[in-house]
């Protein structure tokens, strides 16, 4: 067995670098982790090229081989290709004995531990999208075998796209997925259908598209910056009598609380779905 390592930046490898991997691997490369200490993997060679000139990370297409040199191996391919992928590490995980971390939505550490040929060090991450940009958050769920150090070495490279939170109970990263990790998606389709109404009221697409993305990244950055609550922010904007008071009695009249607490719960319930359709397949 490998003795356990206090290199304070690990060597990466990222097991899949596509939407979600490689944002974290872009937004590492960003904020100046060496890219002698990332290699991704995938099977476009084509794609691994241009991700390689692009990042000078080492690329290549033999998982066991990046596994190999990695301290820390990212699972981040989608959780359809999970299984086969943990079968054809098994040999070089109990080898080497690596810190796993799975960014997968769903499948619990138990079922990634048993396609990993039983116990190791293994971190469940829940970040999203935003990481590309520095902007990310992630929840994170720690198997016991995780040393301290290595749950530094997870803290430092989700901060280093965003922001890292724990959670005590694995469970609750599906909680996690259905606000944070999916939630992007739920911010963009907002966008998406205030720029549609732009239009409709009058406005050219490419105004209306620019009004409604201007006005989600300056709420965004008021929600980060501000002391104040989202409910203090939106009171902040709704004067009495006004145009604002009439779109929010709409949307709460509506049901948009109720749609999104029925959208999170879709999200949250597909997790465990999609955790119990992969368990045994
Ligand atoms: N997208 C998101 O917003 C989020 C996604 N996630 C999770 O991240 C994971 C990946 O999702 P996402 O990034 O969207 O998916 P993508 O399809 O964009 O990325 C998956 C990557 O895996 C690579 N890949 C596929 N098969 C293999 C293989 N056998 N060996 C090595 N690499 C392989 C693909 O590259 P190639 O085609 O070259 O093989 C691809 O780049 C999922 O498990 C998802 O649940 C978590 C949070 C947010
Ligand atoms: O849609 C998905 O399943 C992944 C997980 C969270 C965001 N994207």
Request: aromatic content about 4%; overall charge negative; charged content about 15%.
């Amino acid at each position: 067995m490998t003795e356990p390592t206090t290199k304070t930046q690990p060597n990466i490898a990222f097991i899949g670098a596509g939407n979600m991997g490689g944002a974290i691997l872009r937004g590492l490369v960003k904020q100046g982790y060496p890219a002698s200490s990332l290699m991704a993997t995938g099977r476009d060679l084509a794609g691994l090229e241009l991700l390689a000139k692009e990042t000078g990370v080492g690329t290549t297409t033999d998982n066991q081989q990046a596994t190999a040199w990695a301290d820390l191996v990212v699972l981040g391919v989608k959780p359809q290709v999970m299984q086969a992928v943990c079968l054809d590490l098994t040999q070089t995980v109990q080898t080497t004995k690596p810190l796993l971390l799975s960014i997968a939505a769903g499948i619990t550490s138990d079922t990634l531990l048993s396609w990993l040929g039983g116990k190791l060090p293994l971190v469940r991450s829940m970040p999203n999208t935003p990481s590309l940009l520095g902007a990310g958050v992630a929840g994170l769920y720690a198997t016991p075998e995780v040393s301290q150090q290595q749950r530094a070495w997870v803290e430092q490279i989700t901060q280093a796209v965003g922001q890292a939170y724990w959670v005590e109970k694995e469970q609750q990263l599906d909680a996690v997925t259905a606000v944070s990790g999916s939630g992007p998606a739920y911010y963009f389709l907002f966008t998406e259908a205030l720029a549609a109404a732009g239009e409709k009221l009058g406005l050219s697409p490419e105004l209306a598209l620019n009004l409604a993305k201007a006005t989600a990244a300056g709420a965004g950055k008021m929600l980060l910056e501000s002391q104040d609550e989202p409910a203090e922010l939106r009171r902040k904007v709704t004067s009495p009598g006004g145009t604002t008071e009439q779109a929010i009695h709409t949307l709460i009249e509506k049901g948009l609380p109720e749609l999104v607490e029925l959208a999170a719960q879709a999200a949250a319930s597909r997790a465990v779905e999609l955790a119990e359709e992969l368990k045994d397949c």
